[in-house]
T-cell receptor
Framework: SAVISQKPSRDICQRGTSLTIQCQVD?????MFWYRQQPGQSLTLIAT?????????ESGFVIDKFPISRPNLTFSTLTVSNMSPEDSSIYLC??????????FGPGTRLTVT | DAKTTQPNSMESNEEEPVHLPCNHS???????IHWYRQLPSQGPEYVIH???SNVNNRMASLAIAEDRKSSTLILHRATLRDAAVYYC??????????????FGKGTLLTVNP
């Protein structure tokens, strides 16, 4: 298994501001991902965080709104920019280990007022 | 990714076996069948995955139909801790390093004491 931590665990933010979420993995991993889980919904993939290059975004998500960094093989950040109440969600990071198993962090619960 | 169909919810009793079905009639030859579960207020957790043969691990068993159009996740003795949303996901391994997971709505499993 892998230990994945996220900071902060939750936050309440004002609209128009930005929040950066950190994801730390306990060992080096090749691939990391960021997901969003809106209230009562399933998970939606935002992007794949690539080490040393720009993240790969899924349809409906753009870099200006969700900039992602991946400075090394154990760490990534997701920023939610210019927030609106519609961005209120749980944001989760995951890491690929053991070839084909994804391990997920506990999530960051974001509320935008 | 090919689509999966799961019942919205299922109930079981503690210490009894649970069979969680998943239909994937449009599965392709390069689709692996993955199962994840999400306990309340936690990130998803890897359960098991397979391609054609039945698979067993310490958490569960995965039974795959001969035509691969359906599969069943088997929890041999349900405990209260197994109450979660169970996701059946197809992951296409063709095209190299595509490790993205597309989550559906899953099955909410309730375990009665």
């Amino acid at each position: 298994s892998a230990v994945i931590s996220q900071k902060p665990s939750r936050d309440i933010c004002q609209r128009g501001t930005s929040l950066t979420i950190q994801c730390q993995v306990d060992s080096q991993v090749t691939m990391m991902f960021w997901y969003r889980q809106q209230p009562g919904q399933s998970l939606t993939l935002i992007a794949t965080a690539n080490q040393g290059s720009e993240a790969t975004y899924e349809s409906g998500f753009v870099i200006d709104k969700f900039p992602i960094s991946r400075p090394n093989l154990t760490f990534s950040t997701l920023t939610v920019s210019n927030m609106s109440p519609e961005d209120s969600s749980i944001y989760l990071c995951s890491a690929l280990k053991r070839g084909d198993e994804q391990y997920f962090g506990p999530g960051t619960r974001l509320t935008v007022t | 990714d090919a689509k999966t169909t799961q019942p919205n919810s299922m109930e079981s009793n503690e210490e009894e076996p649970v069979h969680l079905p998943c239909n994937h009639s449009t599965i392709s030859g390069t689709d692996y069948i993955h199962w994840y579960r999400q306990l309340p207020s936690q990130g998803p957790e890897y359960v098991i995955h397979g391609l054609t043969s039945n698979v067993n691990n310490r958490m569960a068993s995965l039974a795959i139909a001969e035509d691969r159009k359906s599969s069943t996740l088997i929890l041999h003795r349900a405990t209260l801790r197994d109450a979660a949303v169970y996701y059946c996901i197809l992951r296409d391994v063709s095209g190299g390093s595509n490790y993205k997971l597309t989550f559906g709505k899953g099955t909410l499993l309730t375990v009665n004491p």
